[in-house]
Every structure is written in structure tokens, then in C-alpha cells.
């Protein structure tokens, strides 16, 4: 019996991409999915720290696997970004882990569950540069049409309130020839659309040097070469930072037909006091004249966002530009924080300007509603309009209905249907609207692609609609060698 893995994500998309590696890597030294994380030999927990809960909640998670791990042997595993943070911290405060590594060693995993079989220690192992670029490992996707594909990894910038850059390290621009290239290999394994990932792409390429010269951003040069994949059907990205946004990169969005109408444009506040304060260099007035050139070029854009509450030192004042801002910009959809301090960034030393907890509440709440409602107006401005849909799962509280993405990212579920599968196109007519989610008509139109056909043929199978099974390969060879003694602590 081979033995089976889980693996429990937290965080942003790349982490969602790591995950999708170490499910790679797993496979190829013989673990096949299990069913669940209670019956898995070995659980992966993917972490994040962008947030102060993040730590609560990965001890909280790890005192569950505990008890696992008494009643089955269960191997447990710690990576990513509050490992990074962390690392032996981890090991010392949940001594059972077997396995804790960091953001930029990923591609030691098989080595450290070799290490951790004889050792009686956590064996941990954290490094402060990336040893190879996340893509250069094998991939383990979670369904057949979409693919994460990571263009760069790492942050050049410093906003105040973020701990990314010191967990990811300097920003590392991968090739447009390579990219373009891991692009057509997922295409011709059934992959329809991918994200593209970088913390800032509108920075991407400029570590590069293309025919002498360096430090320009390559970002809507890749568009445009992506749009020129055949039956790659849609390209999304995230995230872009308004500073570096150039309007090429819009107009390379509007000429280039894959690329889907959705701009994932953090915000953060829309006080340019506090934007100067976050080190943010854009200000308000930038902020919304990209908005309104992005409405103007693509009119049926999609924009959504990020946005802090009780950053140290928001007043009133600078709350209400920030509602001002949202209230015209309108966003289909925008996701709230509220300011959590982070070792090491400088606003968590501004601990006399932090502000009450209550005024934060207050503050997050009156936001909350007006992006709610920002969500339920754009949804309901879609009523009677017809939409392609990249059908993406069966509903997860109605079996007779499926879910799938409008090019904006709009969810919608629509009646299930036998001429179509997760991974087709279809094209539907939306009927009713409501703040996370539309109902469209029954399909109008059918484009069924390759994952679909794939996806309905392992569903007749009695598989499921995600993939969940790799021809068998070899285990690593027992003598694998570990490339460097793990740290042990105390
Ligand atoms: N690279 C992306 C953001 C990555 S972090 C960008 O620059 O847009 C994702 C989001 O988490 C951020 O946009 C921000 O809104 C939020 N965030 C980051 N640090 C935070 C903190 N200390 N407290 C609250 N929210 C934070
Ligand atoms: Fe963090 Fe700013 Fe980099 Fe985004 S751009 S990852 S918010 S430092
Ligand atoms: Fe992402 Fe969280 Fe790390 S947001 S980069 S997983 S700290």
C-alpha cells in the first residue's frame, strides 16, 4: 500500500502554488492523496503569517494533528512562511512535528522525510535564499484546467506593515522564454487557464537583461506573448502594485484576448498620509486615475482589492478618504484587514499610534458594508447579460448545480448538465443575483475543451472531478543523500 498525503494550505496563491509542488514532489517518492487529513500518513501544513492569527491558528492546528498522530503515526510536516518565521520556535513549541522547513527549500522535502525516519528530533531546516525557483519542481495541480504558474517570487518593496519581503526575500524574475514555455507544456496537459503569481508583477522582468538591458518591466511583453498560446483560453494574474502600473500593461490587458477583464489592485487606504506612512508611494489621486482608465479601456473590468483598517495612527479623517475612494471606485469586490503589527516591520513599532481595537471594529464594519454593497450592485447590474463561464466544480451544497468563473472571477452556479464537465466553457444567461455569488439559466452554449473531457471521463470512472491520482511512479531511491545535516534544536 503506498503511502497517502494531505495537505492543508493557508495564505495567499503562492502558497496555493507551493502546496501544488510539495503535492508533486510527494508523489514522486511514491505518496498517493488520501482521502482526508484523519487518514492520511503524512499531513503537510502550508503556513502563513501575514496576519498576527495565523500563528493561532497553526498551533491550534497542530494541537488537533497531535492527537492524530497518537492514534495513527501520522507523520506531520510545517512549511512555508510562518516556518520560515518561526522555525525552530516551531519545533520547540510542538515537539511532535516531524518536519519544519522555510519558504526557499521547498525542494528539500523528500531529503527531510528521509532525515526525519531516523531521527527522534524535529528535523528542521530553513535557508535564507531560494535554492530553485518553485516551478523547476514537479507539479501535483489541483484540477485539470487551472494552473498556477509563478513568474516571480519575492518583494523589492517595504511596505511598513508587511512581513512578506523578509519571509520570501528579494524579488527573482523568471524568463519570459521560460515561463512562455512551462505555459505550452501545461496547455498540452489539459491546462485552460493559469494565474500568473509574483507579489508585484508590474515589477516583473526587471532583474532581467534583454539585449543589453536591464531594469525594465517585462510584464505586458509576457501578456502578449502568453496571448499567442494556442487553446490556452484564459490568463489571470496577481497581484499588480499601482505604483509600478504602467498603462502598457492595460493596454497589453485589452489587446490580448485570453487575458481575462479582472485587475486585482491593492489599495490599502486611501488616505495619502497613511499611504506615505505604509510606504506605499502612490497616492489617492494615481490610485483612481488607473481606475478610471481601466474602466474606460475595458468597461466590463472587474476590479477588486485590499484594503487595511487601523493602520497606527488612522483618524477619522484619513477613514473617510479611504470610504471616499472605495465609494467611487466601486470594486466588485474587496478584501478587509484589520491592521495586524508583524515582527520586524517598522508600524509595528509605531505601538503608540495603534489604534483602539473598538474604533478598528467600528471602522472594518462601515467598510465591510459598503464593499457588500459595492458586490451586490455589480452582481445585480449582470442580471440578463449572457457570460462564459470556466466551469470549475460541483457545488458544494447542491450536487444538481455547478460553479464556474465569468473572465472578471464573478462565481456563479448554474444548473448541472451531462453535456458538460469541470474544465469546459459554457455560456449562460445570468438570472439572479447576490453579494458572493450569481445564478445563471440553464447552459446556453457548450465549448467543452480537453480538461473537460478528461474531467467527465474520470467522473465515469467513479474518481471525482479533481485530480487525485498520478500514474505510479518509482520511490526515491534509498540512497538518496541529504545535501546538508538538518538543524536540530535545542
Ligand atoms: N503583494 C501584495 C500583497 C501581499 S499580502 C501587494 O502588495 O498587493 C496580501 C494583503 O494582506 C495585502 O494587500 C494587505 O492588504 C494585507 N496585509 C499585509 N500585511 C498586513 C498586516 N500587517 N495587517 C493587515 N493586513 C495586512
Ligand atoms: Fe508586502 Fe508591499 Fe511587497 Fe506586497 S508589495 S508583498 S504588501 S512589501
Ligand atoms: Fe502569502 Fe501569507 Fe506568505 S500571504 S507570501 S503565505 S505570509
Not at 496563491?13 to 517518492?29: C, K
Not at 496576519?51 to 494533528?65: F, I, V
Not at 472531478?465 to 500514474?471: A, D, G
Request: with cysteine; aromatic share 6%.
Amino acid at each position: 500500500m503506498p503511502r497517502t498525503y494531505a495537505i492543508r494550505t493557508f495564505g495567499c496563491q503562492m502558497n496555493e502554488h507551493d502546496s501544488s509542488r510539495a503535492a508533486g514532489l510527494l508523489e514522486t517518492i511514491g505518496y498517493r492523496p488520501a482521502d482526508s487529513v484523519e487518514t492520511a500518513d503524512l499531513v503537510l501544513v502550508n503556513t502563513c503569517a501575514v496576519r498576527e492569527n495565523a500563528d493561532n491558528k497553526l498551533y491550534g492546528t497542530l494541537g488537533h494533528l497531535r492527537t492524530l498522530k497518537a492514534e495513527r503515526g501520522t507523520t506531520l510536516v510545517v512549511g512555508g512562511c510562518l516556518a520560515q518565521k518561526d522555525g525552530a520556535t516551531v519545533a520547540e513549541k510542538a515537539p511532535w512535528v516531524d518536519v519544519v522547513f522555510g519558504t526557499h527549500n521547498l525542494g528539500s522535502l523528500p531529503d527531510l522525510l528521509l532525515a526525519a525516519d531516523s531521527a527522534t528530533l524535529p528535523v528542521v531546516e530553513l535557508v535564507e535564499q531560494l535554492e530553485s525557483f518553485p516551478s523547476a519542481l514537479p507539479a501535483k495541480r489541483d484540477v485539470r484546467h487551472h494552473a498556477w504558474v509563478s513568474i516571480s517570487v519575492g518583494c523589492n518593496n517595504s511596505c511598513s506593515f508587511c512581513i512578506v519581503p523578509s519571509l520570501r526575500g528579494p524579488e527573482v524574475s523568471r524568463r519570459v522564454g521560460d515561463i512562455v514555455g512551462e505555459v505550452q507544456a501545461l496547455v498540452a496537459d489539459d491546462v485552460v487557464e493559469v494565474t500568473l503569481l509574483g507579489q508585484n508583477v508590474n515589477s516583473y522582468g526587471r532583474d532581467l537583461e534583454v539585449d543589453g538591458r536591464a531594469g525594465r518591466s517585462l510584464f505586458a511583453d509576457l501578456l502578449r506573448a502568453l496571448g499567442s498560446v494556442p487553446d490556452l483560453e484564459r490568463v489571470r494574474f496577481t497581484s499588480p502594485h499601482p505604483r509600478d502600473f504602467t498603462l502598457d500593461v492595460l493596454d497589453a490587458m485589452a489587446e490580448t484576448t485570453n487575458v481575462c477583464e479582472h485587475l486585482h489592485l491593492p489599495l490599502q487606504s486611501g488616505s495619502d498620509r497613511l499611504l506615505k506612512a505604509m510606504r506605499r508611494s502612490y497616492r489617492a489621486e494615481r490610485y483612481m486615475d488607473l481606475v478610471r482608465r481601466t474602466r474606460e479601456l475595458m468597461p466590463e473590468a472587474t476590479l477588486t482589492t485590499d484594503i487595511i483598517v487601523g493602520f497606527p495612527g488612522e483618524t477619522d479623517e484619513d477613514f473617510a478618504a479611504t470610504m471616499a475612494v472605495v465609494e467611487e471606485a466601486r470594486f466588485e469586490q474587496a478584501y478587509t484587514f484589520k491592521y495586524s503589527p508583524r515582527p520586524g516591520t517598522d508600524a509595528a513599532m509605531m505601538v503608540d499610534d495603534f489604534v483602539d481595537d473598538a474604533i478598528v471594529t467600528t471602522r472594518y464594519h462601515a467598510l465591510e458594508a459598503l464593499t457588500r454593497r459595492h458586490s451586490l450592485e455589480s452582481h445585480q447590474r449582470l442580471i440578463g447579460s449572457t457570460q462564459e463561464l470556466l466551469v470549475q466544480s460541483p457545488s458544494k451544497t447542491d450536487p444538481t448545480r455547478l460553479s464556474g468563473y465569468t473572465r472578471g472571477h464573478h462565481l456563479v452556479h448554474l444548473p448541472a448538465d451531462d453535456r458538460f464537465a469541470p474544465g469546459d466553457l459554457v455560456t449562460t444567461e445570468i438570472r439572479e443575483a447576490s453579494t458572493n455569488y450569481m445564478i445563471g439559466s440553464p447552459a446556453i452554449d457548450v465549448r467543452r475543451t480537453r480538461a473537460g473531457r478528461a474531467t467527465e471521463a474520470a467522473l465515469a470512472r467513479g474518481e471525482g472531478w479533481q485530480i487525485r491520482h498520478l500514474p505510479p511512479t518509482d520511490p526515491a531511491p534509498e540512497s538518496a543523500t541529504r545535501r546538508r545535516l538538518p538543524v536540530l534544536p535545542g
